[in-house]
């Protein structure tokens, strides 16, 4: 079986270099996660100086992992501008209806379009893959609306091909575990503001200093529920009192280990539906 997906996978990656070739010059949204730092590198080593990167910093990455995709970027020498972006002066951003994701996305991308027409009018690309296509993704419609290209979901790249063809690449990203938006961390109605943000990306910071890079800190009001791996349980209750103190700390009153482990997403309404059936 491993040999029929890696044998599937060589040849999407070919279907992928084809395509990257017939667009000539492209502008690749980066964000530094497994699928963005894979199509960087394949769009870079197939087309050079006419490959470039742009990676917009804000309030919904947390500054580790910002950390991380500079320092990524700097090691393999890829070519990247840094911009800065201000969601919170994204009304629906801030009070974070369920397609909260269209609104940031559609402010994203116009932004690396105003920001490539500045300059050679590349197309602008991203790193949306074919996993992806069951979830709940509001924000591909604005990239739709945008004309935005997605060469990974065209040539039907999976997200476990994608880590394979990276470890082949030696992309360190290989077996990162998938990140998402700070937001995605807050329920849908409830406001979102800079100290909630900043408290769930020191809150997760807990957890990762800790071993327990997998993870997602929901935050319903007052509680931290914390969702890892289940065969994590065992570690996160050995250290709770190492995890829960420092929480605590940052103005949760309570904080709750969800018995149902991770789930990407588990705030989507496609999840609560599966869940109440």
């Known amino acids: 079986m ?5 044998e599937a996978a060589y040849e999407k990656e070919a279907q992928l270099i084809k395509r990257l070739k017939s667009l000539n010059r492209v502008l690749v949204a980066f964000s530094g996660g497994v699928d963005s730092t894979y199509l960087l590198a394949v769009a ?4 050079g100086q006419n490959c470039k990167a742009v990676f917009a910093r804000g309030l919904m990455i947390s500054p580790q992992e910002e950390k991380e995709t500079l320092a990524l970027v700097e090691d393999y020498n890829l070519p990247l501008e840094v911009i800065d972006l201000d969601v919170l002066a994204i009304k629906e951003f801030r009070e974070n ?7 940031c996305k559609k402010k994203l991308f116009e932004t690396f379009l105003d920001l490539n027409h500045k300059s050679d009018n590349s197309t602008v690309i991203e790193g949306t893959n074919a996993s992806d296509a069951s979830d709940y993704r509001p924000g591909r419609l604005a990239l739709q609306e945008l004309g935005i290209v997605s060469p990974l979901l065209e040539v039907g790249l999976t997200k476990a091909e994608i880590r394979i063809l990276s470890e082949r690449r030696n992309l360190p990203t290989w077996n990162k575990p998938s990140m998402a938006c ?6 849908y109605g409830d406001s979102i503001t800079a100290e909630l943000l900043q408290r769930i990306a020191q809150a997760e910071a807990v957890l990762h200093q800790k071993g327990l890079l997998e993870c997602r800190v929901r935050v319903h009001g007052d509680i931290a529920r ?8 065992s570690q996160f209750v050995q250290e709770c009192s190492e995890i829960t103190i420092p929480l605590l700390a940052l103005g949760f009153r309570f904080v709750t280990l969800d018995l149902s482990g991770l789930r990407s ?3 989507n309404p496609i999840q609560q539906q599966e869940a109440s059936l």
């Open 2 to 6: 491993d040999n029929i997906l890696q």
């Open 44 to 47: 870079h080593q197939v087309l």
């Open 97 to 103: 209806p369920p397609n909260r994701c269209y609104f």
């Open 182 to 187: 700070l937001a995605s961390r807050v329920p």
């Open 226 to 233: 914390i969702e890892i791996p289940q065969n994590n349980f």
């Open 265 to 267: 997403g588990s705030l």
